[in-house]
Each structure stands twice: as C-alpha cells, then as structure tokens.
C-alpha cells in the first residue's frame, strides 16, 4: 500500500534527475557555443523517461539497443553511446539550423530558450515533489 502512494514521488524524482543532467547538456553546448567544431548534444526526455521507468521499453530506438549490445544483423558493427545517469539513454545530436563556418552546431538562441524551458519544467517537479511530500505527511498526521 505505501508502494501505492509513493509511485508518484517515484516517477517524479527520475524525471528531475533526467531534467537535472539535461540541464548540464544544454549548459556544456552554451559553454562550447565558440568552440569550432563541436556538435551540440540533447537528451529525448520522452524517451529517457520512458526508459528510467520501465513503460513500454519496446518502443525505445536503435540508439538504445547499441548500448544493451543488442544488434539487428551480426555484421552491424555496435556503437558506444554516451550514457546518463539514469541508465541507458543515450545523447542525440541536435539539428544544425545555422550553418557556421567553423562546423559549430550550436544556436545560442535556441540553448537558451531549451536551458529556461528545462528550469521551469525542472522546478515544476520540485513542486510536485513538494506536494507530494506533504500530502503524504499531513495523511500520516491525521490533519
């Protein structure tokens, strides 16, 4: 019964680790935004969510299957991806959308809007958390 009542505070808790690292991403592309050659990286939060907590695990891409050593045909050469701290969800590349001359990925604008977006998000499931919490306290006090 109190693995009932906690599941929210479960579910909530991996998806601010997931926000957590996919904060430090989109921070490392900001940090590298003039470095030439480097290619931005970001998390699927879908996917990784879908990941950390276990509901449908067939739907996950070949990007994941690589990290498992899984393989679709035994000539396919497996691929070491980076992996968070939630397991194996693996980075994606982001999408150029302008064209640098150094080969720089990055569109400050645009890390900019993803790193507000994932500290609202981010602070949201504090909040819930926080509710959560209390809800559960003010139950088990009997108020």
């Keep these: 019964m109190f693995a009932k ?36 990286r970001d998390i699927n939060f879908k996917d990784a969510m879908t990941t950390a907590t276990g509901v449908g695990a067939s739907a996950l891409s070949m990007a994941s299957s690589a990290t498992s050593k899984v393989a679709t045909h035994a000539n396919h050469i497996g691929l070491r991806a980076t992996t968070v701290s939630m397991g194996t969800t693996a980075l ?15 569109d400050m604008d645009r890390e900019r809007a993803n790193f507000v977006d994932n500290s609202v998000r981010y602070e949201a499931t504090l909040r819930f958390i926080n509710g959560s919490a209390k809800g559960i306290l003010s139950a088990i006090q009997g108020q």
């Design 92 to 106: 994606a590349y982001t999408t150029q959308t302008q064209p640098s001359m150094d080969g720089n990925s990055v």
């Design 5 to 40: 009542m906690t599941d929210a505070l479960d579910f909530h808790s991996k998806a601010l680790v997931l926000r957590a690292e996919r904060q430090r991403v989109i921070a490392s592309n900001i940090a590298n935004a003039d470095t030439p050659g480097y290619v931005g």
